[in-house]
C-alpha cells in the first residue's frame, strides 16, 4: 500500500471525517499542540543555550539537563500525540501539503540530532559539564537543535497557508 493510498483510507475513517467536522475538538486538539508545543521548544531552547555558551554559564550542563528533561518530555509527548491527532483530522490534505513533508524531513533531522547528542558527545559530559563555554561539537548540537526546531515551527505554520493545494484551487 503506497502512503497516498494510506492517507485516504485514514481521511475515510469515520472518526477522522467526525474530528476534522467536529466545531470544537480539532481547535481545542490544534490549541493542545501550540501549549505543549511552548512548554516542549521554551524548556529545549533554555538547554540548547546552555550548551551553546549563551545562558545560565554558572550551571553544570548536567544539572541544567536534569532539571528540564521531565518537563521537556511531557511537552514533547503530548505534543507528538496531539500531532498525531491533527494529521489523522485532515490526513490526505496534509500528507499533500508540501510545507508538512518539509516539517516531516526537519523532525527527522532533530530526532537525528537528539540521537547523535545522546549516544555520543553527551556521554563525555564529565569533561565538559561546568565549562562555562563547552566545546565546539557541544556548541553545534545546541545550535543545531535551536534552528531545526525554528524551522519546525514556521514550516507547522506554514501548513496552514498552503499555496499548492489542490483542494483550494482545483484547476492548478
Known amino acids: 500500500m503506497s502512503l497516498h493510498r494510506l492517507f485516504e483510507w485514514l481521511a475515510d475513517t469515520p472518526w477522522s471525517v467526525e474530528l476534522h467536522e467536529s466545531l470544537w475538538a480539532y481547535p481545542i486538539i490544534e490549541s493542545v499542540h501550540v501549549l505543549f508545543l511552548c512548554l516542549f ?9 546552555r550548551l551553546t555558551g549563551l545562558s545560565l554559564r554558572s550551571m553544570p550542563v548536567s544539572k541544567v539537563y536534569h532539571r528540564l528533561l521531565p518537563w521537556t518530555q511531557v511537552g514533547f509527548v503530548v505534543m507528538v500525540l496531539s500531532g498525531l491527532l491533527l494529521l489523522y483530522g485532515i490526513p490526505l490534505r496534509t500528507y499533500e501539503n508540501i510545507f508538512f513533508r518539509i516539517k516531516a524531513v526537519l523532525l527527522v533531522l532533530a530526532g537525528l540530532n537528539v540521537f547523535v547528542f545522546h549516544k555520543g558527545i553527551y556521554r563525555s559530559i564529565a569533561a565538559w559539564d561546568d565549562d562555562p563555554v563547552p566545546p565546539a561539537r ?7 537543535s535551536m534552528f531545526l526546531w525554528a524551522s519546525i515551527v514556521i514550516a ?3 501548513i496552514a497557508y498552503n499555496w499548492f493545494d489542490k483542494t483550494q484551487n482545483p484547476s492548478g
Open 138 to 144: 557541544v556548541r553545534l548540537a545546541g545550535y543545531a
Open 156 to 158: 507547522g505554520r506554514m
Open 41 to 49: 521548544l521554551g524548556l529545549a531552547v533554555m538547554f540548547d543555550l
